[in-house]
């Protein structure tokens, strides 16, 4: 019987940890999180392709290096058993019990001898087999051969090539640090070999030095200038940027997207405070917090009522000696962009927004799909119809709105700063007298910009919004450039995806069959009908359905509750919503499932492209005369309750047809000898399954 102490010895021999450190120059900060989550799949694959055991798994990364940390890595691969089946017994031995050719051409086939094949015992009679056992090796030998496949096969964004190499990585390589226990797991990439040496701070500690042991690896680091773990470097500036917005009476603006560049920006992160000219205040607040955040990934800060205070915050990579250096550098570099901005600025407001659309015509949009302004006039039609279809009373305003929404694109501002679009539409517009309505609907008919991103709020801003998107995605789909795979680079999907959650948080019942033959007449008159792709209105009807699909799964809901109400249509996505939303509550009753089954038995047995009409007079046995009229009082309740969108009650009332659906398949016999009897019973069965189909395809659930 061992002891804990020697329990304890026995599983540090056997099992120690692997550290990998893959350093680099400085890499883009948006690789780093998305090469750290691939490490970790690709690194549990590798070991379970090569049977090596493991235990916790975690990747680290600063602009420098990517770090690999697996914990409890065992000594030793698993063994391994595997068997291959030959021919049954009977045919493998002869009469007189001597093998026969199928048995001696299996061992052959396996390389094994004849002897050496086992009697297997299966389920469905007795079988040879070929055991072949592989005994596991110790995992010092295979580490090599797995961690050069490892950083091979991270995966980037991008990759650069250096020098005469043909190897690609995000960013040149110039060390790799590998320790198995404490001991060097050697291998080279492009003649960068592995050992125990890494580096510290670029600037502040840029030497080389040893780990000796992988226990004092992260001390080393943080003792030459390098936080390793990024919560650790979020942490420090979130601490520090709080204590410095303090000392202004301000707060800095929540601000996620950035925080998380800037973790990945640094691996010593240093906090700097500086100001501006109060003067630059009389700049939109958006301009200012653009300049300071796309250009210069500053933290902006706003008093108690949310107005921009002449602060900003920098997250700097150095400490150095003089740090009132590096506050009057930024403050420097921040002064030249908002004196950029302010000259635009000023510079626009010379002339009215309505001034600039003429310029669009210069704008190319896409090569064979016209100009902007041409995109404009399109936008401006399919806007105007959706506004007389949901509220007439505002189709001047957005008939406004959608002839001046790209103005924008041609000022000096938009120009400069690119991601003001829309931004500086809605400023231009109130600068010009336009109408608040109408400034608003030009900023919110670029949302959502993102999944989760918020929504058009006015109904102006949303179906501007909705015809900007549509006319996007049906102009790209007219010329074949059609999403495909993991490829969408004209972000398609997205497109589609905020028209449908638009009309689902408005509630527009709009029709997509009616709206995308309203978006194509624009196209069949700009591209001759060679150019435009002929399954167009199909392959953007599906496209949609995808979209809708993907939204309402993700929401939650089951798939084959999704795929089940698709089925049936979906020329209303707001009806579709409703209807999704009504079978998930109902799917908790006991009775639902007995009702499916039964829905099941009418729709299985009707022959296919089944047509036939239903006469009272052929109806002979009690059960389907009872069926018939049960039918006949639930059609009169589920087609008024579907009138109003009222799915639930429709539901309800299709519930009791189980038990008169139960009844007659217990006493009819539907298969009757007698042809217009039988087409009768098939007729009435399938009138039950063209009203539930109103609702969903039932056979689509489980």
């Not at 893959?22 to 070991?47: C, H, N, V, W, Y």
């Not at 009229?629 to 009791?656: G, H, I, P, T």
């Not at 039988?678 to 007729?683: A, E, L, P, V, Y």
Request: with cysteine; proline share 4%; glycine share 6%.
């Amino acid at each position: 019987m061992r002891t804990n102490d020697q329990n304890l010895k026995l599983k540090t021999s056997n099992f120690k940890p692997l550290l990998l450190e893959i350093g680099t120059e400085e890499m883009p900060s948006k690789f780093i999180p998305q090469a750290l989550d691939k490490m970790s799949e690709l690194i549990e694959r590798l070991l379970e392709e090569n049977r090596i055991d493991f235990g916790k798994v975690s990747t680290i990364g600063t602009p420098r290096r990517l770090v690999l940390v697996v914990e409890d890595l065992a000594s030793y691969q698993r063994s391994s058993v595997r068997e291959i089946t030959g021919p049954a017994r009977k045919v493998a031995y002869d009469e007189s019990g001597r093998p026969t050719k199928a048995a001696l051409g299996f061992a052959k086939a396996q390389g094994v001898s004849f002897e050496d094949l086992k009697i297997k015992s299966t389920e469905k009679g007795e079988y040879i087999c070929a055991i072949f056992e592989e005994k596991g090796v110790k995992a010092e030998g295979l580490l090599s051969e797995i961690l050069t496949e490892f950083i091979t096969s991270i995966s980037f964004p991008k990759y650069m090539r250096w020098m005469d190499k043909n190897f690609r990585f995000a960013r040149p390589i110039h060390w790799i640090l590998a320790l198995y226990g404490d001991e060097i797991v050697p291998f080279e990439i492009e003649g960068i070999k592995s050992g125990n040496v890494t580096r510290g701070h670029r600037f502040m500690s840029p030497g080389a030095f040893q780990v000796k042991e992988q226990k004092s690896y992260s001390h080393l680091l943080e003792s030459n200038y390098v936080i390793l773990d990024q919560e650790k470097r979020k942490k420090m500036i979130e601490d520090q940027i709080k204590e410095l917005s303090l000392s202004t009476g301000g707060k800095v603006i929540p601000d996620d997207e950035l925080l998380t560049e800037v973790v990945f920006l640094v691996e010593y992160p240093v906090a700097v405070i500086g100001s501006f000219d109060k003067k630059y205040l009389s700049l939109p607040k958006e301009v200012l917090i653009n300049a300071m955040r796309e250009h210069q990934r500053y933290f902006s800060l706003i008093d108690n009522k949310g107005d921009l205070v002449p602060y900003f915050i920098t997250i700097s990579n150095t400490r150095a000696e003089d740090m009132n250096l590096v506050r009057f550098g930024n403050e420097r570099v921040l002064r030249a962009r908002l004196d950029d901005a302010k000259f635009y600025f000023d510079e626009d407001l010379k002339k009215r927004l309505e001034e600039c659309v003429e310029g669009l015509k210069g704008v190319i949009y896409q090569d064979r799909l016209g100009t902007i302004y041409q995109k404009v006039e399109r936008i401006t039609d399919l806007s105007s119809y959706l506004a007389s279809m949901i509220d007439p009373h505002i189709e001047g305003v957005v008939k406004r709105a959608a002839y001046l929404c790209k103005a924008d694109l041609v000022t000096g501002m938009v120009g400069e700063f690119p991601k003001l679009q829309g931004v500086m539409g809605k400023e231009y517009a109130l600068f010009s007298g336009e109408e608040p309505e109408v400034a608003e609907a030009i900023l919110e008919h670029y949302l959502p910009r993102f999944s989760g991103d918020e929504i058009p709020k006015s109904r102006a801003g949303a179906i501007l919004s909705i015809a900007d998107k549509m006319d996007t995605v049906a102009g790209f789909f007219s010329i074949g450039l059609i999403p495909t795979g993991s490829e969408d680079p004209y972000a398609l999907r997205r497109q589609a995806q905020g028209i449908i959650t638009i009309l689902l948080s408005h509630g527009y019942r709009l029709s997509l069959n009616e709206f995308i033959s309203r978006a194509m007449e624009h196209f069949k008159k700009l591209l001759s009908e060679k150019e435009i792709n002929p399954h167009l209105k199909q392959d953007l009807y599906g496209f949609f359905g995808q979209r809708l699909s993907y939204i309402l799964t993700a929401e939650g809901y089951s798939h084959d509750t999704v795929d089940a109400v698709l089925s049936s249509g979906f020329d209303i996505p707001c009806d579709i919503n409703a209807k999704v939303k009504a079978i998930t509550g109902l799917r908790e009753r006991d009775e639902f499932y007995p009702f499916v089954t039964a829905l099941k038995r009418v729709i299985n047995i009707i022959p296919g492209k089944f047509n036939g009409q239903t006469r009272e007079d052929l109806l002979k046995e009690d059960a389907e005369k009872r069926l018939y009229a049960a039918y006949r009082d639930v059609k009169a309740v589920c087609e008024k309750r579907l009138e109003v969108q009222d799915f639930s009650v429709a539901l309800e009332s299709l519930f009791s047809l189980r038990e008169p659906v139960d009844v007659f398949f217990e006493k009819v016999l539907v298969m009757d000898k007698e042809e217009k009897i039988r087409n009768n019973r098939f007729s009435l069965l399938n009138r039950i399954k063209e009203l539930s189909l109103k609702i969903a395809d039932f056979s689509k659930l489980p």
